[in-house]
């Protein structure tokens, strides 16, 4: 981590603790604004920008590590979910609780996507994707028939992603394997 990125979560860390002290000591008073406030939305959206933060660090960052986006995106779909459920009502749990599986699928697609194949393994993507979709869809169909055929349009169209994410690794291979014979 650099020192610039150090520093700030230092001092962001220290600021949220002087305001909680300063909250527990009657000096400030935020009741007004903090009644109005439902804190049981919070924790949702707080993964949510943690997840974003972990996205803004690969992007915009000189050292493109990719291995940080799989937490980025774990932290990405479940954020969103437990925000949707939280909106929502618990009880819908039951029927999104594949959603669970996307969160990993989400984080090693990107992996997989943006290491450009040097990193990940597209096999976990395709069983999660694949169980995920089977699940939610096996809610929404009665019809065993019905799921699996989406099932299989979804195994599908991933199938042909990772044929063409293989036939854009042939070819950066076969630019950089240029042979010059020197006689």
Known sequence: MKKANTIFWGIVLILVGVVIVLTQLDVLDFTEIFNNFDWNYLWPIVMILIGISFHVQFFAGKRHNPGILVPGGILLVYGCL????????????????????????????????????????????????????????REQFSSFAMTAAVALIVIGVIVIIIAFANKNKQSEEKKTDVHVDVE
């Open 82 to 137: 437990f925000l949707f459920l939280r909106t929502t009502g618990w009880g819908n749990v039951g029927v999104l609780w594949p959603v669970f599986l996307l969160g990993p699928a989400f984080g090693l697609l990107e992996l997989k996507l943006f290491s450009r194949g040097r990193q990940g393994s597209w096999i976990p993507v395709i069983v999660l994707f694949t169980l995920a979709t089977f699940f939610l869809l």
